[in-house]
């Protein structure tokens, strides 16, 4: 079965720092380039961060540019978001999405994860 499973979410104070994860079961991630989108209550889901197959393009939605970061490791079949400073607003459902190419176009998503909650929140 291939699967996606995220981990790593919580409540964290503002300023603080997660690092989410994002595994993958039944596939290689190898080939796949990687999404991280986030949907806040009454929101639409959004485009976080991508990153390519070969982790050689990496690419951020305005947001989180400068807090976030994205990485690979293929040898683990895992992708991660390193998450720091923070904010109320970043508080959503974090999904990660294997697909084509790193874009925020969801449509070119083949699989996604059941999400993993983030609250920032003193």
């Known amino acids: 079965q291939l699967q996606l499973v995220e981990s790593g979410g919580g409540l964290v104070q503002p300023g603080g720092s997660l690092r989410l994860s994002c595994a993958a079961s039944?596939?290689?991630?190898?080939?796949?380039?990687i999404g991280w989108f986030r949907q806040a209550p009454g929101k639409e889901r959004e485009g976080v961060s991508c990153?390519?197959?070969?982790?050689?393009?990496?690419n951020y939605a305005d947001s989180v540019k400068g807090r976030f970061t994205i990485s690979r490791d293929n040898a683990k079949n895992t992708v991660y978001l390193q998450m720091n400073s923070l904010k109320p607003e970043d508080t959503a459902v974090y999904y990660c999405?294997?697909?084509?190419?790193?874009?925020?176009?969801?449509?070119?998503?083949?699989?996604w994860g059941q999400g993993t909650q983030v609250t920032v929140s003193s």
């Open positions: 999405a294997a697909g084509e190419g790193c874009y925020f176009y969801q449509d070119t998503y083949n699989y």
């Open positions: 039944g596939f290689t991630l190898d080939y796949y380039a």
């Open positions: 990153i390519s197959s070969s982790g050689g393009s990496t």
